[in-house]
Every structure is written in structure tokens, then in C-alpha cells.
């Protein structure tokens, strides 16, 4: 059974940054794209960045967090990180991983197996 477990969310003040991770356990067959969503309180789930299996160009970001946000991946450790840096309040939501098996990018959907889910919440 695959798992994904997000960490690294908190409360911090606008202009801060933060780290998130999520780390999959289970048996994913081939590659498989990573990527990071979010849910703010009364609104849809919105994407936020994703990241081929081998990374390099294969990387996409929402304009709202093109320049900002930064994801990378450690196959590896098969984990996902998303670097937040100069937070706004407007980012406050609850941040979840998501994976897609294959090269596809999951910007437009397709998502196989989503994490719990980590808070980040942005005082101004």
C-alpha cells in the first residue's frame, strides 16, 4: 500500500520561510511524478507545483507561487520538498503531496495517491 506522510508545516509570519517534506513508502512501479497542492479553508484544492521523475526542466509551478516556491525531489529517499520562501498570508492552507505514476505532469490532474496533508498557516 503506498503511503505518503507530509511534515514541516507551521504557523510563521509573513515574509518567512519554510520547508516542506513528504516522503512515499510502498511500492510505486516505473517512474512516477511528485507534486505539492492546496486546500485554504472554503476553496478548492489548487495546484501548486510539480516535478517529473527525473526533475531538470520537467518542473511547473502556479503563478502564484512561480518565484517563490521552489520544489525539488530526492529519489532516493523517495521524497518531495517544497521551499517556501517569502510567505504571505494569502498562502495560508492546508499543503498536500500528491504522486502520479508516469512522466505526466499532474498541473491538470490525473493524481493516483494523495498525503494527509500538513498545515501552513501565515500570520500578516
Known amino acids: 500500500q503506498v503511503q505518503l506522510v507530509e511534515s514541516g508545516g507551521e504557523l510563521v509570519q509573513a515574509g518567512a520561510s519554510l520547508r516542506l517534506s513528504c516522503v512515499v513508502s510502498?511500492?510505486?512501479?516505473?517512474?512516477?511524478?511528485m507534486g505539492w497542492f492546496r486546500q485554504a479553508p472554503g476553496k478548492e484544492r489548487d495546484f501548486v507545483a510539480t516535478?517529473?521523475?527525473?526533475?531538470?526542466?520537467?518542473?511547473y509551478y502556479s503563478g502564484s507561487v512561480k518565484g517563490r516556491f521552489t520544489i525539488s525531489r530526492d529519489n532516493a529517499k523517495n521524497t518531495v520538498y517544497l521551499q517556501m520562501n517569502s510567505l504571505k498570508p494569502e498562502d495560508t492552507a492546508v499543503y498536500y503531496c500528491?504522486?502520479?505514476?508516469?512522466?505526466?505532469?499532474?498541473?491538470?490532474?490525473?493524481?493516483?495517491?494523495w498525503g494527509q496533508g500538513t498545515q501552513v498557516t501565515v500570520s500578516s
Open positions: 500528491a504522486v502520479r505514476r508516469g512522466l505526466a505532469s499532474m498541473a491538470r490532474g490525473g493524481v493516483d495517491y
Open positions: 510502498g511500492r510505486i512501479f516505473g517512474a512516477y511524478t
Open positions: 516535478i517529473s521523475w527525473s526533475g531538470g526542466g520537467n518542473i
